[in-house]
Every structure is written in C-alpha cells, then in structure tokens.
C-alpha cells in the first residue's frame, strides 16, 4: 500500500471513513515484512487522528463550529483504525484510548446537544454510569438505542466509535460499558438492562416506543435477553439466542440428543417480538453457519430475524473487521427499522464484505 495514497486532512467526515473503509478491505494478509508496514501504519493513522484534532481546534477558535465537529469526528474515526492494528497488551493502545477520550471531551464544546455522562438509577444497589448523547430537539421525541459495548471494552471507547456513524441520524444513543454489568446470573443483568429502558422511557426526548439495544461480543447475548424479557424493545443487534442455546445444549447434552435443531431455533426465536439483527461471523460469538440456520428457521415461523456478516481481514496478528463498514449498515438497519413505532417492511438480509 502506497504512501503516497495517504489523504489529505481536510476534516470531510464522509471521505475520511470512505478512505478508512478502502484501507481496511484492502489490508493485506500479514507476513513479516507486512508485521513492520502494521507499525507504520499505527503510526501513520495516529498521526491523521492528531492532525484533524488541531483542525477542528483551530476551526473552533475560528467559530467554524460545524467544520470543528466534522474534523474531531474524523480524528475518532482514525483512532479507531489504529487501534484496530495494534496488539492488545501494546502500549499504544492505551495511548489511543486516551486520544479518544480527550477527543470525546472536544467534541462537548461544538455539539448542539451535549454528550452527557450519567447514572443510572439503583437497581438492586448497583448504579451504573453511562454515556448519553441526545438525537436533537429535546422537544421532539426521538428514538433511541442502548449500545453494549463488547467485553473489555470502555464505555468510551465504544461511543468514541459510534460518534462519528449516529451523529445526524436522529437517534439518541446511551452508552454502556460491558464491564460495568454484573454477570452473576442472568436475571441481574437483565434487571440493570431493564434499568437502563426505564431511564430512556421516562426523557421527554426519547420516543419510548421506539427504544432499540445494540450489543457486540457477549455482549450480543446480553441485547439478546433483553429483547426478549422485555416486549417494549423495538429493534435488537443482538445474537439471536445463540449463545445461550450453544451453552444449554453444551451443560444438557444428554437432554437435547435428538431434539431437532429447528424446534430449538423456533423456540430461541419465538422469545423475540421485535425485528433482530444479527452480526455474524469475525469477532463475534456468533458462527455464519448457525446464524443462516436461525435465520431461515425464524423466516418460516413468521419472524423478522436479519443477518449481517462483516467484512474480516485475517492475519498472522488475527482478525480485523472493517468496523466503518459493519457500524454504517447495522446503525443504517436500526435507524430504518426505528423510523416508527410500529415497525417497516423488512430488509431480507444486509451483508457487508462477503456473501454466506
């Protein structure tokens, strides 16, 4: 990959994640010699993160209030990418962790609604904090989406991600860190989830009846559960029930032995009233295999089950997803099926990177 493709920060949202978008499709299988380009390219997209950060400084001073916005929204979208390319236990990623912070923190002086950080109301004596970024006008009720990050993951650094996708779609995100939600038993987790659509169903700027929950990892299990203890959810990235239903037939073998695989979708599905949309394959937990299975098992009990299946680069250092392209459509799926209280006709199937 040539550096001389490399874009010039000019702080145009649209062309900085189609460009992000272009370098992670096209990020080659990884040798040796592509393991020392990884390290220049963490370097070179830290660098394009920075630079658009003192764009939009400088914007703001200007007063260009909006072209401030555009240029911190492009900076996350580098970070993210970065952080992407680098190792867990590498240093850096910390460091980018930090960028995307302060960059959360600019972002609070040029957002007509601000990004609040807020508390969720005791459930059970536990109290968990979030990250609340209204959709617009507080006088006009808009839906809303709580996002489980995935495991080890912040709060932060998820909506460092979602800014720069949910940002003028209309829809209010509450952002929750995967972490921060005990996992003693089902029934707990469900409860503080629970708590968390209370808060929304109770801001004057929220449509209660449009409330969707978007979860990543184990954290898909999670939306999972939620959805289907819950009927007022109305839209769900989430896992289907596979995670829990691999694991029960995994504990009870014995019991399941013979049992047709499509009774037990039905039965995983049938919890679900609500159009679900599940990301299969790459990071997930969920296997492409077992989510076309779901799928087509939910399509003929007249269920509204979606898939989507991300666009996966593998190599030596393991997998990257395309994380512009997969967060664009499932944010485009929610947004479409957000758009009133009662539902829309559905999309067969959104597949981003490869056919199943």
């Known amino acids: 990959m040539e550096y001389a493709a490399w874009p010039q920060v000019e702080g145009d949202l649209s062309s900085a994640r189609r460009y992000a978008a272009s370098f992670l499709d096209n990020l080659p299988v990884e040798n040796d010699y592509m393991a020392i380009g990884r390290q220049d390219w963490i370097a070179r997209w830290t660098q394009i993160g920075d630079h658009h950060c003192l764009l939009g400084d400088s914007n703001i001073k200007n007063g260009a209030v909006d072209e401030a916005t555009e240029a911190w929204l492009c900076a996350l979208t580098a970070f993210e990418v970065a952080r992407r390319l680098v190792d867990e236990d590498d240093t850096r990623s910390e460091d980018l962790s930090s960028k995307v912070v302060m960059g959360i923190q600019r972002l609070k002086s040029s957002l007509v609604r601000q990004i609040e950080q807020v508390t969720i109301a005791p459930c059970d004596q536990i109290e968990l904090l ?29 909506l460092g991600r979602l800014l720069p996708v949910v940002i003028g779609r209309g829809m209010s995100v509450l952002v929750i860190s995967h972490d921060d939600i005990p996992h ?15 808060y929304l169903s109770v801001r004057p700027d929220v449509d209660a009846a ?12 999670l939306a999972t559960d939620l959805a289907a203890s819950d009927h007022s959810v109305a839209a769900a990235v989430c896992d289907g ?18 049992v047709d695989g499509a009774a037990q979708h039905d039965a995983i599905s049938a919890q679900l009233t609500c159009p679900a949309l599940v990301v299969a394959g790459g990071r997930g937990l969920v296997s492409l295999s077992e989510a076309i299975q779901l799928q087509a098992d939910c399509i003929a009990a007249g269920g509204d089950l979606d898939l989507a299946v991300p666009r996966i680069i593998r190599s030596s250092g393991g997998e990257i997803e395309n994380f512009v392209t997969s967060d ?6 929610l947004e479409h099926k957000l758009s009133s209280a009662s539902g829309v006709s559905k999309i067969d199937q959104i597949i981003t990177g490869t056919n199943p």
């Open 130 to 158: 979030a990250y609340y970024l209204p959709a617009g006008d507080p006088d006009a009720p808009a839906p809303a989406i709580i996002c489980i990050s995935m495991e080890n993951e912040t709060g932060a650094t998820l």
């Open 184 to 198: 003693r038993s089902r029934s707990q987790s469900e409860a503080l989830l629970s708590c968390c659509l209370d």
């Open 210 to 221: 449009r409330i969707g929950v978007f979860g990543e990892g184990l954290s898909a299990a």
């Open 241 to 258: 029930g596979l995670w829990n239903w691999v694991r029960t037939r995994a504990g009870i073998s014995w019991i399941t032995r013979g």
């Open 328 to 333: 664009d459509s499932i944010f485009g799926w």
